[in-house]
């Protein structure tokens, strides 16, 4: 074979003898991977095994039929031995490799019943011959020629071999030696067979190393592949233990693989030849042909390609080669093929020759204008499949000189910006007024659509009606928004024309369009001067109208509350009357910025005008109540923002101001109402002595205005000692006093005994509750010395916002020690919720005032976050279960197990339990037989202002 020949088919399989190499290797290393890992692979079940084997076998019999069958007719024109013995091997070893396939267990019975000794037996046979067979052919003597007679004496005898080992294997197969033992494995002998198999080839690769530099009728490197894989499947097998094994099949796979590089090394170089003579008269043609300038192409009727050539100066988007056997529209543009389509069923319909039909196609990062026309083709006008010759030629200069002309006639030159485009929207020109405005250069955008300008500021379906109407009516004007090549979006006023040709076909796009910012600046400006306040640019009324009918829209719906305050400022005529107008604008506009930092983006701030200013706020809640509050809180912080010394021009001012509040969750009202209610309302603020906020609804202003003389009137009832002191005794189960727990009240002068339900929430809210805890704790003090046994207790309720300041351990151990008492005889009261934030600062003082004596309950177990972490944790003496579990425990079979276990958990980690609530009898008695320690409620007494003995303690005494 040619040197050349060689070269070229031996990229058949890899792109170079190196490729080759790491791939066997890669094989080699994955081969002997086990004897390095031993991995414990798993069998293969039938039902997956059988069939990947049959397909297997299946490949490797098709091959071996295919070499025998090639070498076989080859021996028909030029015969050596060499051709002799592989006709004659392969022979056999298609018969033996289909009997092997054939006896496998769980095909039908060959002959006789299938056993994995069988198919052994064929397959061991079946490698021997064909091991054999590769080594003579390596041999010098296997040039030498060979007689038709001696062919069909090497057929014979591979005949009776391929039957005497069907007689023997399946007649007399206790004769045959053991090669595989069911729940054992392989034998001695059939290893020992795969390694003679191996010997052979390497045998054959000794031989292959020896004639290396001899001109030899087979591919070297294909050959050395398949004796490689071979040696490499034989190794597998010898390695499994089960006929279904994952080495079984691997080897299967490598043995399909070396008969594929047998058929590359010994059958197709036969067959190559026809095509490198082909090849070298299709480079006659194509040198023929480099004369011709123009794309040519051969087709048939449906667009197939046949032949394509392109000349010196053309280009196609694939070499000419991609193109044969795939139609147009497999391999071209849409554009193209529709154009060439178009001209071939022209053809075919003229007989004859198409008119030109023209496309477009980027090259080279330029966009090209081509024109096609077909011919058919003389002796197809009779075939069935008729041919066309097309002829493709590159009109670029053509069309750019053609949108030139039009440009010149459209004064090009104008300071409107000019576009223009093919019938495809594929940009052509544009005027310098076009570079002017957008920042592209012609350069850039020329064979581009006019979406590279796109801002992403209109969607597709305004895109989608744009050309619609321009198809429609041939015209298109308006505004819209586009790109700069900086990025910058502009506003442009534009008009698209459609051109068309004599026969009303759209030929180009002229569009003429103008950079209209200045005039929306113009109109943003008038826009702002008619909805905003000049002096804070803020919204003025007119806007804040329009938002109120749209909040109230939106409340309508959703049933969501908003909230309208009005705010008026105090004495504001006092100032421009004494310093001046230009100070009063300057506190305005320090007011507008310092509300605005303080609001969310929901919230709309307004000045109407004057010293007034409006807010419109969202409280997203449907209760009524719950937004009255919001609202508060927002006003609260409102005044408190407005208080704030101002510095006008360097001087310190101070102002208030008096808000008005009004709420609404729908339409009913107009927003002349809601404005004159929150104004009403604002206006007996300023009644009420200014500097305040009042609500316009009778029922919600009594509740704030309580929340606020309860606030206000705190610190003046502790200076004139209406808070009480009074005391709920706590007994054991002997029904004994063991101590009282100080609860707080408030005597008011005018409203008599108020609830702490009501004044304690409002004491936290305005952190008055620090001070009121340290009183409740000296008073508790004082009382314990009253007390002539110094067993009894008093325990005291600890607010959370009490015990997060840091002097609360100083000044608790500073009130005992002022007292004169024993610290073991206070109890503070905590609950679950306080010890849930600032765990470590809480359990610190927790552990410093245990440490002095005081001993700790935590409230109402279990009604919030319980976690016995916090038992362990921090030094808690004193369980007390809610009374909630003790009103229902006798008649409910959840409570009375809630209560039952946490009186056990408290025994078990050696805890005292009180149980709060105990109002009968049959509660102390159950309570009592459950192991409960200590009892509190109305059986025992009620809360007195002085030290009252239990009233069941002489009836349990007697």
């Known amino acids: 074979m040619p040197a050349s020949t060689q070269s070229a088919s031996s990229l058949f399989f890899f792109g170079s003898h190196t490729a080759l190499g790491f791939f066997l290797a890669l094989l080699a290393a994955l081969t002997f991977s086990p004897l390095l890992f031993q991995p414990s692979l798993p069998p293969i079940g039938d039902d997956y095994y059988l069939p990947v084997h049959t397909s297997l076998e299946v490949i490797a019999i098709t091959i071996s039929a295919l070499i ?178 994952t080495y079984n099949l691997a080897g299967h796979l490598l043995k399909v693989l070396s008969y594929l590089f047998l058929y590359r090394a010994l059958v197709y170089e036969n067959l190559v030849e026809p095509f490198h003579k082909l090849a070298a008269s299709s480079a006659e043609l194509t040198a023929t042909l480099n004369a011709v300038p123009d794309l040519l192409f051969v087709v048939d009727l449906h667009g197939r390609f046949y032949r394509a050539h392109t000349g010196q100066n053309q280009q196609l988007l694939y070499p000419p080669e991609y193109f044969l056997g795939k139609t147009m529209t497999e391999v071209m543009p ?60 590159n009109i670029t200069d053509q069309k750019i000189a053609e949108a030139t002309e039009q440009l010149n006639a459209l004064a090009f030159h104008t300071r409107e910006a000019i576009m223009i485009t093919d019938a495809q929207r594929r940009i052509i020109r544009v005027n310098p007024a076009f570079t002017e405005i957008t920042g592209y250069s012609e350069q850039e955008v020329c064979g581009k659509t006019p979406a590279v300008l796109r801002s992403g500021l209109h969607d597709e379906s305004f895109y989608q009606q744009l050309w619609q109407q321009l198809e429609k009516t041939g015209v298109w004007s308006g505004e819209l928004y586009n790109k700069r090549k900086n990025g910058e979006v502009y506003p442009e006023h534009i008009i698209i024309n459609a051109i068309t040709d004599a026969k009303g076909t759209v030929s180009h ?31 003025n009324r007119r806007l804040l ?118 709420l609404f969750n729908d339409g009913s009202r107009t927003t002349d109402e809601l404005m004159s209610s929150a104004d009403m309302a604002m206006y007996y603020s300023k009644e009420q002595g200014r500097n305040q906020l009042y609500f316009f609804e009778q029922s919600m202003q009594q509740r704030a205005l309580l929340r606020q003389q309860l606030e206000s009137e705190m610190q003046q009832a502790l200076h004139d000692k209406q808070f009480k002191l009074f005391y709920q005794p706590k007994v054991n189960n002997k029904g004994k006093l063991t101590g009282y727990e100080a609860l707080l009240r408030w005597q008011h002068p005018q409203r008599g005994m108020i609830s702490p339900e009501e004044f304690i929430p409002v004491a936290e809210h305005s952190g008055f509750i620090t001070t009121l805890g340290q009183w409740v704790i000296a008073e508790a003090c004082v009382a314990l010395k009253q007390l002539t046994d110094p067993g009894l207790t008093i325990a005291i309720n600890v607010s959370k916002r009490q015990l997060q300041t840091d002097d609360f351990v100083i000044r608790t151990l500073n009130q005992i020690a002022t007292a004169g008492v024993r610290a073991s ?83 078990a980690l050696k805890l005292t339990v009180v149980a709060e609530g105990v109002e009968t009898e049959e509660q102390f008695n159950m309570l009592s037989w459950l192991r409960c320690d200590l009892f509190q409620g109305y059986l025992f007494g009620r809360p007195a202002a002085d030290f009252a003995a239990p009233t069941l303690l002489q009836a349990t005494e007697n």
Not at 578 to 598: C, F, I
Not at 842 to 855: A, D, V, W
């Open 68 to 245: 025998f069958t090639v070498v076989r007719e080859q021996a028909r024109y030029e015969l050596k031995r060499r051709g002799v013995v592989l006709a004659a091997a392969f022979f056999a070893v298609f018969w033996l490799d289909l009997a092997h396939m054939l006896s496998f267990e769980g095909m039908p019975a060959y002959f006789s019943e299938n056993s994995a000794a069988k198919t052994i037996n064929f397959w061991l046979t079946a490698r021997l011959v064909a091991a054999s067979a590769l080594l003579y052919v390596l041999l010098p003597v296997a040039d030498l020629p060979a007689r038709r007679a001696e062919l069909w004496l090497a057929m014979g005898c591979s005949t009776l071999l391929v039957l005497f080992c069907h007689l023997w294997f399946i007649g007399y197969p206790q004769w045959v030696p053991a090669t595989y033992i069911s729940g054992v494995g392989l034998t001695p002998f059939k290893v020992f067979t795969e390694y003679l198999v191996i010997g052979l080839c390497l045998g054959s690769l000794a031989l292959l190393w020896r004639f290396r530099q001899q001109s030899r009728p087979y591919h070297a490197p294909a050959l050395v592949a398949a004796l490689v894989t071979t040696m490499l499947s034989e190794f597998l097998f010898t390695l499994y233990s089960d006929i279904n094994d």
């Open 334 to 393: 849409e554009s193209a093929a529709s154009a060439g389509m178009q001209a071939i069923n022209e053809a075919w319909k003229n007989k004859g020759v198409s008119s030109a039909k023209q496309y477009t196609l980027e090259l080279g990062a330029k966009m090209q204008w081509f024109q096609v026309i077909a011919s058919l083709k003389l002796e197809s006008k009779r075939a069935s499949i008729p041919h066309f010759v097309l002829a493709a030629r």
């Open 509 to 539: 796009y002229i569009a003429s369009f103008n950079d209209i910012s200045a005039s929306k600046s113009d109109q943003e400006r008038i826009y702002k001067l008619a909805y905003y306040d000049p002096l804070t640019q803020l919204p």
């Open 545 to 662: 109208l329009e938002r109120i009918a749209e909040c109230q829209r939106d409340a309508e719906r959703s049933g969501h509350f908003a909230a309208l305050l009005f705010i008026d400022l105090d004495h504001f005529k006092r100032l421009n009357d004494t310093l001046g107008h230009s100070y009063g604008d300057e506190l305005l506009q320090q007011l507008a910025s310092r509300l605005q930092q303080v609001l969310r983006q929901t919230d709309t701030l307004a000045r109407p005008g004057g010293d007034e200013f409006i807010l419109l706020a969202p409280t997203y809640k449907t209760d009524a109540e719950e937004a009255a509050e919001d609202a508060e809180k927002l006003a609260t912080k409102l005044l408190l923002q407005i208080r704030q010394p101002f510095s006008l021009k360097q001087l310190p001012y101070q102002i208030t101001a008096s808000i008005g509040i009004v």
């Open 825 to 907: 005889q206070l109890e503070l009261e905590i609950t679950e919720s306080m010890l849930m934030t600032d765990v470590e600062q809480t359990r610190e003082k927790l552990l410093q005032l245990h440490q002095q004596g005081i001993r700790f309950a935590l409230d109402d177990f279990g009604t919030g976050y319980s976690s016995l972490a916090f038992l362990k944790n921090v030094p808690i003496q004193v369980l007390k279960i809610d009374r909630s579990f003790v009103r229902d425990f006798l008649t409910d079979q959840t409570d009375y197990a809630i209560v039952d276990t946490i009186i056990s958990m408290a025994k």
